[in-house]
């Protein structure tokens, strides 16, 4: 880094410092997306040269690739038409641990609430997760978000109700009960698994028929230097104390939450304020984009202890390193792609519902004959047909 570029990134660095509000940040947007832009220098972000030619039309060229490039090129804001100044309102209000919706940014920024839509899910992606280690005694545990019956809309009710063979003739059965209840809305929760060090966390969405198994792979990709974790005692961690990682269990139903110096009552602090944030902020968020949520989520719990100034430069870095993010990778974004697909149910009366038009945007899922078929399932069916 040249001495001009550091005098550079001081200037508006201590700005920043000096002047912490929204305003100073729209009016000097251009400068702070420069200074955070190459915060480690102007380089490549192709093949990582620093020997670049600087053009009069602001473009660049590198001496190694032979690549014109510009600000924005392979990072999140490539050939994006939002200005500028709209990315930094979006990035500060998040550094600031500001619940960001699309609807009020859109009020605020005077553009469409589908562009700031994109724009916060672009944010969201580029804060993954997936290379945080973490070491130590992990407190690890799994949460069910959603799917509370009083939170559920009358139509969906009684589409839960129908399809669980609670619903007859226009009225609820009269022997259905609150257990049934619970397993008919069962499917409608969205399960997250929590890893919590002290200092980080780690929270990943998993799919509804989850397993051992999927628990171990997650344990295994976010921990390093392990020592112990601390769960409960459900049987989902069998496959982990196989490992020879020493697991202490904890009985939650005697409200037994430390044992031998170790606690679990950190993940379940996490899973507090999770739970606070999904009901009052992002009321009913879509299976699709739960893992987004719960990045951003944990990025504000892992930089709780740093300025403003330090997440907004975080974030920046995140959103310039993860590469290229377009509309297509947001409308196609599938956290569940990375856990191992189950083999289709097998059942006998399956060919008339075939030839149906399912509206799979209203329905969910499909029970036949007490067993539960989602549009996956139907699609292998009709592959296994062909």
């Known amino acids: 880094m040249d001495k001009t570029h550091k005098i550079h990134e001081k200037k508006y660095i201590d700005l920043a410092l000096e002047k912490d509000n929204l305003i100073h940040i729209i009016l000097h947007a251009q400068e702070f997306f420069d200074t955070l832009r190459w915060f480690d220098g102007l380089t490549c972000p192709y093949c990582g040269e620093k020997h670049i030619w600087k053009f009069k039309d602001g473009t660049y060229r590198c001496s190694h690739c032979r690549k014109r490039f510009t600000d924005t090129s392979n990072t999140i804001f490539h050939a994006t038409k939002i200005p500028k100044s709209h990315w930094m309102v979006g990035f500060y209000l998040m550094a600031m641990g500001k619940n960001v919706a699309s ?31 973490l070491e130590g005694n992990i407190a690890v545990d799994e949460v069910y978000l959603g799917g509370k019956w009083s939170s559920i809309i009358t139509p969906k009710r009684i589409d839960i109700l129908k399809r669980n063979g609670l619903w007859y003739e226009g009225q609820v059965k009269r022997t259905w009960s609150k257990r049934n209840i619970k397993r008919a809305i069962a499917a409608y929760k969205q399960p997250v698994y929590g890893m919590n060090d002290g200092k980080r966390i780690v929270l990943t969405a998993v799919p509804n028929q989850f397993d051992s198994k999927d628990l171990l792979q997650l344990t295994l990709e976010h921990t390093g230097n392990i020592e112990r974790l601390i769960s409960d005692q459900s049987k989902l961690y069998t496959e982990i104390a196989k490992t020879g990682i020493e697991v202490v269990q904890m009985n939650h139903s005697k409200r037994e939450f430390s044992k031998d110096g170790f606690s679990s009552n950190r993940i379940e602090g996490t899973f507090s304020h999770l739970k606070r944030r999904i009901r009052t902020q992002n009321v009913r968020p879509t299976k699709k984009y739960m893992q987004l949520y719960l990045n951003e989520f944990c990025f504000r719990w892992n930089n709780r202890d740093n300025t403003t100034q330090e997440r907004l430069i975080n974030i920046m870095r995140s959103c310039c390193s993860v590469g290229k993010i377009t509309r297509k990778d947001v409308d196609e974004y599938n956290w569940s792609s990375r856990f191992r697909q189950r083999p289709p149910k097998k059942i006998d009366c399956i060919d008339d519902w075939l030839e149906k038009d399912i509206d799979w945007g209203v329905v969910h899922s499909i029970t036949i004959d007490g067993v539960e078929y989602t549009k996956q399932d139907f699609s292998d069916f009709k592959d296994l047909g062909e």
């Open 103 to 133: 609807e009020e940014l859109s009020r605020f920024l005077g553009t469409t609430q589908k562009s700031c839509w994109y724009m916060l899910h672009k944010i969201r992606m580029a804060l993954d997760t997936s290379n945080i280690a």
